[in-house]
């Protein structure tokens, strides 16, 4: 791989100021970012994984009524959330979520189009959550015999 003089410096500063062992690790990274986002946008259908961060004044009307709305339209998507207040009366939200990433760009979208939010990034990845309940697990534990000797008895 060839790059220009200048972008190979900046690549060596960002190695070095996040204290990666190698160049590749820190492209290999960057290769993995850019294919996850590369999947949102190309194949809608994909499932994927990540979260999504906003910033929002909460004092603007009923912003967080209509924050935890949207998300109970999403439910499926919507893995778990934490929420922080910020200076301010800033709040600071991260939502785990999964699903295809059409879905998860209308997510997106209807918390973007929310008077009050600041800022709103999605992460993806293509890597996914195992699935929280699986309907063929949901027999009954198997109880084993444990070994234990009865007086008398001789233990198989």
């Known amino acids: 791989m ?5 972008l190979f410096r900046q690549l060596d500063m960002m190695v070095e100021e996040r204290g990666l062992p190698s160049r590749s ?12 986002e ?6 809608p259908e994909e499932m994927l994984a990540g979260t999504i961060t906003l910033v929002y004044r909460g004092d603007r009307g009923r912003v967080r009524q209509q924050l935890a709305q949207s998300q109970a339209e999403y439910l499926k998507e919507v893995i778990s959330s934490q929420h922080v207040f910020l200076e301010d009366d800033q709040s600071l939200e991260v939502l785990l979520v999964q699903g295809p990433a059409a879905r998860l760009k209308e997510l997106c979208d209807a918390l973007r189009a929310i008077r009050g939010v600041h800022q709103l990034e999605l992460v993806t990845t293509t890597a996914l959550l195992p699935p929280l309940h699986d ?21 198989a």
């Open 2 to 6: 060839s790059l220009p003089a200048d």
């Open 25 to 36: 690790q820190l492209i290999a990274e960057l290769i993995r970012h850019a294919l996850a």
């Open 38 to 43: 590369h999947e949102a946008l190309t194949r």
């Open 135 to 155: 309907k063929g697990a949901a027999k009954r534990p198997v109880r084993r015999r444990r070994n234990v000797q009865e007086p008398g008895e001789a233990i």
